[in-house]
């Protein structure tokens, strides 16, 4: 069977600090990769999706960067973090478009 | 860019009475997801619709997709406190590589 794990669960960092939050899916290969952040209010909101090792795709224009390293492994990264990159940050995996994504358990980060 | 939007927000129910959850598109929907999260965790898949007038369930939970597929509606038989939590509808977004969703509808299940 396939499980998504993603670290740390939570996660309190200065302003002007790095990041980098990892997500690595076991069971398939070649899985599509997401990432989402959730904020009070906001709703769930699309960061990256890749289709492939190498392959990044941006939904909106942010302070953060994602990258997929090997295919079953998907980074979310920052160099500098602001103020408002606190929230709640969920990993999914996916077999293809169409298809239902699974999420792991979510990273809370608090930028203070 | 396809809009879902969730009603109502935020729903407190006595435990044994059923309640239903909408979720609209300003689009045609090709593929509708229901999930259910619970808080501070992450989302589990509960059922996905693809055909127009279609209609799934599982356990005590039935969701329908409307025949115009642009709303589906997700309805809960004699609620229990294990029923609470966040729904959310989630739908194929424009690049159809992803899931867009709605802001959620909060679920409290009172004894």
């Known amino acids: 069977s396939q499980t998504i794990h993603q670290w740390p669960a939570t996660l309190v960092q200065p302003v002007g600090s790095p990041l980098s939050l990892e997500c690595t899916v076991e069971?398939?290969?070649?899985?599509?990769l997401y990432w989402y952040r959730q904020a009070a209010g906001r709703g769930l909101q699309l960061l990256f999706y890749?289709?492939?090792?190498?392959?990044i795709s941006s939904e909106v224009p942010q302070n953060l960067s994602a990258s997929r390293p090997q295919d079953r492994q998907f980074i979310l990264s920052s160099k500098k973090l602001l103020l408002s990159d606190s929230g709640f940050y969920l990993c999914?995996?996916?077999?293809?478009?169409?298809?239902?994504?699974?999420f792991g358990q979510g990273t809370r980060l608090t930028v203070v | 860019s396809q809009e879902l939007e969730q009603s109502p927000q935020s729903l407190i129910v006595q435990e044994g009475k059923n309640l239903t959850i909408n979720c609209t598109s300003s689009?045609?929907?090709?593929?509708l997801y229901w999930y259910k999260q619970k808080y501070g965790e992450g989302l589990i898949f509960l059922m996905m619709?693809?055909?127009?007038?279609e209609e799934k369930s599982h356990e005590k939970i039935t969701a329908k997709l409307d025949e115009k597929k642009q709303q589906s509606s997700l309805h809960i038989t004699a609620s229990q406190p294990s029923h609470a939590g966040i729904y959310l509808c989630?739908?194929?977004?424009?690049?159809?590589?992803?899931?867009?969703f709605g802001k959620g509808t909060s679920l409290l299940v009172t004894p």
């Open positions: 890749s289709v492939g090792i190498g392959q």
């Open positions: 619709l693809q055909k127009g007038g």
């Open positions: 989630g739908a194929d977004s424009n690049s159809g590589y992803a899931l867009n």
């Open positions: 069971g398939t290969s070649n899985p599509n």
């Open positions: 999914a995996w996916s077999r293809g478009g169409g298809t239902e994504a699974f």
């Open positions: 689009k045609t929907l090709y593929g």
